[in-house]
């Protein structure tokens, strides 16, 4: 098959590659030039998005991220990578006999805040205008391609970076109130992405994390004893975030690999 990868960052990268080693032939989209051998790379704006002269495609990945380093506000960023983009790829993709096309969205279109359970099952309703903008994203993909789209929600992406953390334990003295967090590793991500190219009768969305919630204050503590760090205060009672339950995923016999923390 002949895969197109709309954004072509870090999670794209690893299922890119897996997908080659399954002999699938592979392009990529993205705004700065790329060295992975196995694929054929253009460099292109995706909101002037032109693939007429590529052979039939059949398989589309679109994962897109907003740029950290932008003059616009967050949510103009997120308006403009997400929604405003929706168009110009699905007008592009309109001769190619588009087969599956799998979005990748976020758990942020949930907008819960005290602690809630959250499943495959909840409806989405944002908080914020940036959960609002990935859900018209959502809608629009739906839209354009009704057979063909699988929406995957991750939650919080791991596995690239520990210095996020390695700051938190190292600066944190007290916190706020028990914070629910929600993870999933980026191979386990990308190991997902590529199982559903497979699926024969795919839902139309999927949750990714690795259905272990915890407090954010207490994977906090867990590193600065460790490390033989001072141990953080919990200030308050209060809960915030929310716990997310990946059922689909886990229903689909998909395998996560990094389901430790």
Request: with cysteine; glycine share 4%; proline share 4%.
């Given at each position: 098959m002949h895969i197109l990868f709309i954004g072509y960052g870090k999670t794209s990268q690893r299922v890119a590659k897996q997908l080659f080693q399954h002999?699938?032939?592979?392009?990529?989209?993205?705004?700065?030039?790329?060295?992975?051998?196995?694929a054929t790379h253009l460099i292109q704006d995706v909101h002037q998005?032109?693939?007429?002269?590529?052979?039939?495609?059949?398989?589309?990945?679109?994962?897109?991220?907003s740029p950290r380093q932008s003059p616009l506000s967050s949510i103009d960023a997120y308006q403009q990578t997400y929604v405003d983009s929706v168009q110009s790829?699905?007008?592009?993709?309109?001769?190619?006999?588009?087969?599956?096309?799998?979005?990748?969205?976020?758990?942020?279109?949930?907008?819960?805040n005290a602690g809630e359970y959250i499943d495959d099952e909840t409806v989405p309703e944002s908080s914020d205008e940036q959960g609002r903008l990935l859900l018209t994203m959502e809608q629009l993909y739906r839209q354009a391609f009704?057979?063909?789209?699988?929406?995957?929600?991750?939650?919080?992406i791991y596995g690239i970076s520990t210095a996020r953390m390695q700051k938190l334990a190292e600066t944190t003295r007290s916190y706020p109130n028990?914070?629910?967090?929600?993870?999933?590793?980026?191979?386990?991500?990308?190991?997902?992405?590529?199982?559903?190219?497979?699926?024969?009768?795919?839902?139309?969305?999927?949750?990714?994390?690795n259905n272990q919630p915890q407090p954010l204050h207490e994977r906090i503590?867990?590193?600065?004893?460790?490390?033989?760090?001072?141990?953080?205060?919990?200030?308050?009672?209060?809960?915030?975030?929310?716990?997310?339950?990946?059922g689909r995923m886990v229903e689909s016999?998909?395998?996560?690999?990094?389901?430790?923390?």
């Open positions: 002999d699938h032939q592979i392009t990529t989209i993205s705004r700065s030039a790329k060295t992975d051998t196995f998005l032109d693939v007429s002269q590529l052979a039939p495609i059949d398989v589309v990945y679109v994962l897109l991220a790829i699905v007008h592009a993709l309109k001769p190619h006999p588009v087969k599956r096309i799998i979005v990748v969205s976020s758990t942020r279109v949930y907008g819960e009704p057979e063909q789209c699988i929406i995957v929600r991750p939650t919080g028990i914070h629910w967090s929600n993870r999933i590793h980026i191979d386990d991500l990308a190991g997902f992405l590529v199982f559903l190219l497979h699926v024969e009768h795919a839902e139309k969305s999927y949750i990714c994390t503590l867990e590193l600065q004893r460790a490390i033989h760090l001072s141990e953080l205060v919990l200030e308050s009672q209060q809960v915030t975030g929310k716990r997310i339950y990946a016999g998909f395998k996560l690999v990094h389901d430790k923390h």
